[in-house]
Nanobody, 120 residues
Framework: QVELVESGGGLVQAGGSLRLSCLAS????????MGWYRQVPGKQRDLVATITSGGRTNYAVSVKGRFTISRDNAKNTVYLQMNSLRPEDTAVYYC??????????????WGKGTLVTVSS
């Protein structure tokens, strides 16, 4: 069982940057595809970015060119570098293991997430 702990959120001005981290427990980490999601209260949780065990990445159109997902298997950590932030990026951000087929499906237990607030 993998435990996931997100960190790095905070308050930032529009146009600024934040780097989120997701620390995963367990030696199985390096074999899992990982994803970042975000959720506004009362709204659906949306997929932001994914990275496979081999390092292949995909992004939601809304963040493409601004966000970068990466991983450091030696540290059991996946990152989300967020640049050129907009108020619309405000949300609670979550990471999870994912299964990628015809769609991307979260497979693990949701953590508490980390709150990102972008002010104008």
């Amino acid at each position: 069982q993998v435990e996931l702990v997100e960190s790095g959120g905070g308050l930032v001005q529009a146009g600024g940057s934040l780097r989120l981290s997701c620390l995963a427990s367990g030696s199985i980490f390096r074999f899992n595809a990982m994803g970042w999601y975000r959720q506004v209260p009362g709204k659906q949780r949306d997929l932001v970015a994914t990275i496979t065990s081999g390092g292949r990445t995909n992004y939601a159109v809304s963040v493409k060119g601004r966000f970068t997902i990466s991983r450091d298997n030696a540290k059991n950590t996946v990152y989300l570098q967020m640049n050129s932030l907009r108020p619309e990026d405000t949300a609670v951000y979550y990471c999870n293991t994912v299964l990628i087929t015809t769609a991307t499906i979260p497979t693990g237990q949701w953590g508490k997430g980390t709150l990102v607030t972008v002010s104008s």
